[in-house]
């Protein structure tokens, strides 16, 4: 059973009340359960490139089959992406936040590991409201969500996932713009792209199935699989998911500079700058910064740069 509760209201004077959150209590669940299989894992890889290029490569096989069974399959690190997915039903969820649907944005994504993910478990999911920011013509909203084993109820994974409003900014009653974080703005660095060259640049194909593959892991947003809606936000055909294009780059980054093993991942930030169509080329150049990987992915066929952010890791694989 899900339990459903609400998101605290945070703090405000009376001169900035954003229609927003003064209303009501928000809809966002605040607690809610999330069972995952070896299935669910394995749909994931696949659906993220995992053995597109060789279906028997044995450092990549291992997130999808496994000779001893299911249950041992690995997990990439950008699985736990797929958590947060619950915490933004039927869109934001903020009464009073008037947008469109087809204007959402995903913005940027940021996720600390605390632990190995499983292949199989039943998660808890406590959801808060991280952030929110009036721009003026738009606006940001900043959900956190934490996902706990449910028996033991040790800590997994936190994600923190921004969305930008398109047309719902304005809301502030004052001359200055509302702006609301729960977390300090130096917890996610802000990374420049070296101009030096990589350390590693990875090649990978998108299919042109790609994002009907992947929205099979639950992100079900017809931006990335009908083609008159795609038209509608102003695109000429299904984008790809940012989420999609950032579990391709991290899975560039385990093989390259981890040696294949994802548990070697802390945290990964992700920037996304410019839309994907399914069947484009990515290439993900990677600098190593101590234990820090900075990269930047690019579509081949528009040489334009579509996703940045960096990758903590714990230590440096024996591969290198």
């Known amino acids: 059973m899900v339990n459903h509760g609400y998101l605290p209201i945070p703090a405000q004077n009376s001169q900035q009340k954003p229609r927003a959150l003064i209303w009501r209590p928000s809809s966002i669940p605040l607690v809610s359960n999330l069972t995952n ?23 990549q096989l291992k997130y999808v089959y496994h ?13 736990s992406a797929l958590f947060s997915l619950g915490s933004l039903p039927g869109g934001a969820g903020l009464p009073g936040l008037q ?12 996720i ?45 994974c936190m994600n923190r996932s921004t969305v930008f409003l398109r047309g719902a900014g304005g809301f502030s009653k004052s ?3 509302y702006s609301y974080s729960t977390y300090p703005k130096d917890q996610v660095a802000s990374v420049t792209t070296p101009k030096g060259q990589p350390f590693a640049v990875y090649e990978d194909c998108t299919q ?24 509608a936000a102003g695109f000429t055909r299904p984008i790809l998911h940012g989420l999609c294009t950032l579990g ?10 981890c040696g294949e093993d994802p548990n070697l991942v802390k945290c990964v930030s992700g920037r996304f700058l410019l839309h994907v169509y399914p069947g484009e080329t990515l290439l993900t150049e990677m600098w190593l910064e101590g234990l820090r990987v900075i990269f930047q992915t690019k579509v081949k066929e528009r040489s334009r740069a579509v996703l940045s952010g960096y990758v903590d890791l714990h230590g440096l694989s024996s591969r290198l």
């Not at 947008?99 to 940021?110: A, I, N």
């Not at 099979?216 to 008159?228: K, T, V």
């Not at 391709?248 to 500079?257: E, G, L, M, P, T």
Request: some cysteine; charged content about 20%; hydrophobic content about 40%.
């Open 248 to 257: 391709f780059a991290v899975r560039a980054i385990v093989k390259c500079i």
């Open 37 to 59: 299989s070896p299935r669910d894992v394995a749909l994931y890889a696949l659906g993220i490139g995992a053995c597109a290029r060789d279906a028997v490569d044995v450092d």
């Open 175 to 177: 001359s200055q713009l």
């Open 67 to 79: 000779e001893k069974g299911q249950n041992f399959i690995q997990v990439l690190p950008t699985f």
């Open 112 to 156: 600390e590991l605390y632990k190995p993910l499983p292949s199989s478990a039943v998660l808890k999911n406590t959801v808060t409201l991280a952030g929110l920011h009036d721009k003026g013509k738009a606006a940001i909203l900043e959900i956190e969500t934490k996902s706990y084993d449910k028996d033991s109820g040790v800590l997994y």
């Open 208 to 231: 042109p199935s790609q994002a009907l593959l992947y929205r099979l892991s639950g992100d079900y947003n017809p931006l990335h699989s009908d083609p008159m809606f795609a038209k």
């Open 99 to 110: 947008y469109d649907p087809r204007l959402l944005l995903h913005g940027q994504q940021y």
